[in-house]
C-alpha cells in the first residue's frame, strides 16, 4: 500500500507530538528487555503488565501507591518475536523507606522482576550479546527517544504502548 504525502505528514506530526510528551519527563534509563518466542502483541503486553506490576511492588513495596515513571516501546525483531524498549525515571528519591533506600540496586531489581515474570519468555540473557548493555544510563534523552520511536518511519505508530507506560508516578488499581 502506497502512503499519500498526507499520512507521512500526519505520521510525522504524530512522531514529533510523542517526543515532545516524552522529553517532559525526566528519563535517567534505557533498558532491553527481549521475550523469548513470543510472536503476539497481547500476550507481549500481558506480561508487560506482569513485570510492571512486580518492578512497582518491588520498588515501592506491594502497599505503596506510587509507580515507577515509565515508557514502553515494544518492537518486533526481524524473526518476528517481540522486545521491550523501556525508558525509566531513577526512581530512588521517591523511596520512602530509609532501609529500602540504602539496599537499592534497580539494575537487579529490573533483572529479577523481568526474570520472575515468566522465565520460559522473560530472559536478560538473551536481551544483549554481552550481557550487560540492556541496562543503561541515559546522557541523550531525545536520541533516545528517537530511537525508541524508529519505527513510526515504518509507519507504526502503536509502538509506544500509552496503557502500560506511566508518566504521573501513581499506581492505577
Not at 62 to 70: E, Q
Request: some cysteine; overall charge positive; charged content about 30%.
Amino acid at each position: 500500500m502506497n502512503k499519500t504525502i498526507f499520512d507521512i505528514a500526519a505520521i510525522k506530526r504524530l512522531k514529533l507530538e510523542t517526543i515532545n510528551t516524552l522529553n517532559r519527563q525526566d528519563f535517567r534509563f534505557f533498558i532491553t528487555l527481549n521475550f523469548n518466542g513470543v510472536k503476539d502483541d497481547l500476550k507481549a503486553q500481558d506480561l508487560i503488565r506482569k513485570f510492571l506490576n512486580l518492578l512497582n511492588a518491588e520498588v515501592f513495596g506491594k502497599r505503596s501507591s506510587k509507580s515507577v515513571v515509565i515508557a514502553c516501546s515494544l518492537e518486533k525483531h526481524k524473526s518476528g518475536n517481540y522486545h521491550l524498549h523501556i525508558i525509566s525515571e531513577d526512581p530512588t528519591s521517591r523511596i520512602l523507606s530509609e532501609s529500602r533506600k540504602l539496599n537499592f540496586n534497580y539494575r537487579n531489581i529490573i533483572k529479577k522482576c523481568w526474570e520472575a515474570t515468566d522465565i520460559r519468555m522473560a530472559r536478560i540473557s538473551i536481551s544483549c550479546p554481552d550481557k550487560s548493555s540492556w541496562f543503561k544510563e541515559i546522557y541523550d534523552q531525545e536520541g533516545v527517544i528517537e530511537y525508541i520511536l524508529k519505527e513510526f518511519d515504518r509507519g507504526r505508530t502503536d509502538v509506544i504502548q500509552w496503557d502500560l507506560s506511566n508518566f504521573h508516578g501513581d499506581r492505577i488499581l
